[in-house]
């Protein structure tokens, strides 16, 4: 139960229940409460992993056989439109080009953002590594989409791998995976985290005391049926 690194602003309405609750708890307590969903194929590029945030949405579109002047890439728009605790998260409809580097990443951490999720490559990961931003995409590569497509969408609905996520959503990732889940059920998802937070502590506790742990999973932990839940 590692504590979140990007602690959530002011402005997700409970701080104190996030505080110590990670994408792996949320995911757990969403998954219980029957809402959200998660994301599998976007891996942590640099060490940093945790973060719990809102969405911030974007697009690219990429137009393989086109040319658009680099000036219409867009990136500057997408990064100023983000607020304190944001995670950026940026459809590139999983095409393996870079749609960021570091520089970009560099003036996200210093606006205050929580991370930076991309649906496309990233460049510069070692760079990146030392910034110390959670930065999630479908893997490293070297060749840019630069030239061949623009940001568009900023605030648009994303689907990634089946998934629809709204700007303003929770989202929170690890080097599990990324949950995200609509606002308007998150009080519902952390209700169910803390829950599953309170066993995990108690179990642990047991553990410590040399308890048996099938004894303390039958008394903490058996669940009955749970509902299935989008892309979990």
């Not at 998260?89 to 870079?98: A, K, N």
């Not at 303003?168 to 990324?178: E, S």
Request: proline fraction near 6%; aromatic fraction near 4%.
């Amino acid at each position: 139960m590692p504590a979140t690194a990007t602690i959530a602003p002011a402005d997700l309405a409970e701080p104190a229940d996030l505080a110590d609750i990670d994408a792996y708890t949320l995911a757990d307590g969403a998954r219980r409460a029957g809402i959200g969903a998660v994301l599998h194929g976007l891996k942590p590029q640099s060490s940093a992993a945790q973060f719990i945030g809102r969405a911030r949405t974007a697009r690219i579109d990429y137009r393989p056989h086109g040319q658009i002047p680099l000036a219409e890439y867009g990136t500057g728009a997408l990064l100023e439109s983000c607020a304190p605790g944001d995670c950026l998260l940026l459809d590139g409809g999983g095409i393996m080009l870079t749609a960021m580097g570091d520089l970009a990443v560099h003036a996200l951490h210093r606006s205050g953002a929580a991370a930076a999720i991309i649906n496309a490559c990233v460049r510069d990961i070692e760079a990146i590594e030392q910034i110390g931003l959670p930065v999630f995409a479908r893997g490293p590569a070297i060749t840019t989409m630069a030239g061949r497509a623009k940001i568009v969408g900023i605030g648009d609905p994303v689907t990634i791998d089946g998934v629809t996520i709204n700007n303003g959503d929770l989202i929170a990732g690890c080097r599990g995976g990324i949950v995200a889940i609509p606002w308007q059920d998150r009080t519902r998802a952390l209700t169910e985290a803390r829950r599953v937070l309170t066993s995990d502590q108690q179990m642990l506790a047991g553990i410590e005391a040399g308890e048996s742990f099938s004894t303390l999973w039958a008394k903490h932990k058996a669940l009955p049926s749970l509902p299935s839940t989008q892309g979990n």
